[in-house]
């Protein structure tokens, strides 16, 4: 199955993952739009499921100094990552 992003272990929000991780659905399109467009621009996806819930909320903040995103969209991007996790 072909996601709408294309890459199924990165699924684009859905309703059961509002439910699942008590994010909105705004700010989880957002953390997943930046996800696609800015975090495989140095290295590979960091796919959710490759590290664990607490290396990603000690690095996102790094990425933010890397990257150059704003702050809230760090912390979209790490809401939609832990969101992913959930499911
Ligand atoms: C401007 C370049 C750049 C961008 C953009 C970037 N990263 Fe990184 N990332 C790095 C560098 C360099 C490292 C390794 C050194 C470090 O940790 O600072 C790294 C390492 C990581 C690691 C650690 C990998 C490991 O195996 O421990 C994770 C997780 C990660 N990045 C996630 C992200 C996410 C999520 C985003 C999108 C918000 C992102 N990165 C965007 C440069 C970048």
């Known amino acids: 199955m072909q ?3 294309g890459i199924s272990e990165v699924p684009n929000p ?4 509002v439910q699942k991780s ?3 659905l705004e700010k989880l ?7 696609m467009l800015r975090c495989a621009e140095c290295h ?4 959710p499921n490759a590290l664990a819930e607490a290396d990603f909320i000690d690095t996102i903040p790094e990425m ?3 990257s150059g995103i704003s ?6 991007v790490l809401a939609y990552i832990l969101a992913v996790k959930k499911l």
């Open 29 to 35: 399109q957002q953390g997943h739009s930046v996800y």
């Open 22 to 24: 008590s994010v909105s």
């Open 64 to 66: 933010v100094r890397h």
């Open 44 to 47: 590979e996806y960091p796919l």
């Open 14 to 17: 859905s309703m059961d993952m």
């Open 3 to 5: 996601e709408q992003g």
């Open 71 to 76: 702050k809230e969209e760090g912390n979209a």
